[in-house]
């Protein structure tokens, strides 16, 4: 009963570090999402990927890359982090387009 | 551009004290509107999709409604553990949901 799985929970970053954000799903959902959440502001699409072997740009690119790995893990990486990406990250999945979208449980990130 | 807003941005209520959150939006051609609930460091739990409007979905005390213009979400009676923010989102035929930024519930015992 898994769900929706993200690791690391928390993490601590100085500027120009890398790291990547797992996430895997065991729905056997086809669709995978990136969203940060930031005080203040409604969660912002990252990336998504529609399909295994696609992915695509949502509202706020900008900083990351995005690998589909497989139909149930879709990894989010960060090459040069910037205090800016401080933020709480969630990753989500969904039967397809509009179907309902079940989202993990947050990986809180600071960038110092 | 999509835009959803949520009021108010915070509500708090006595237990028992029945209220509704309200969720405008302004979207071309909407296909689903949806409503999570958020407890603090978690992510958000799904709760309903409406798809046109005039359609109600109810589960447990919440009960969403949607028209052409705004939902809402309706908390009968409500109790201290339906303590939570509440987001809405708006889908409209792509894979990329607008979100609302909330409204943040408290219910006293």
């Known amino acids: 009963n898994a769900g929706v799985t993200q690791t690391p929970k928390f993490q601590v970053l100085k500027t120009g570090q890398s790291m990547t954000l797992q996430c895997a799903q065991d729905m056997n959902h086809n669709s995978m999402y990136w969203y940060r959440q930031d005080p203040g502001m409604g969660l912002r699409l990252i990336y998504y990927s529609a399909s295994e072997g696609t992915t695509d740009k949502g509202e706020v690119p900008n900083g990351y890359n995005v690998s589909r790995l497989n139909k149930r893990e879709f990894s989010l990486r960060l090459e040069s982090a910037a205090p800016s990406q401080t933020s709480v990250y969630f990753c989500a999945s969904s039967d397809g387009q509009l179907n309902t979208i079940y989202f993990g449980e947050g990986s809180w990130l600071t960038v110092v | ?109």
């Open chain 2, 1 to 109: 551009e999509d835009q959803v807003t949520q009021s108010p941005e915070a509500l708090r209520l006595q237990e028992g004290e029945s209220s509704s959150l309200n969720c405008s939006y302004t979207v071309s051609g909407l296909r689903g509107l949806f409503w999570y609930r958020q407890d603090p460091g978690k992510g958000p739990e799904f709760l309903f999709t409406l798809y046109s409007a005039g359609e109600e979905k109810e589960k447990e005390r919440l009960k969403a409604t949607l028209t052409k213009k705004e939902s809402f979400l309706h908390i009968t009676a409500p109790k201290p553990e339906d303590s939570a923010t509440y987001l809405c989102a708006v889908g409209a035929g792509s894979y990329q949901l607008t979100f609302g930024k909330g409204t943040k519930l408290s219910v006293i015992p």
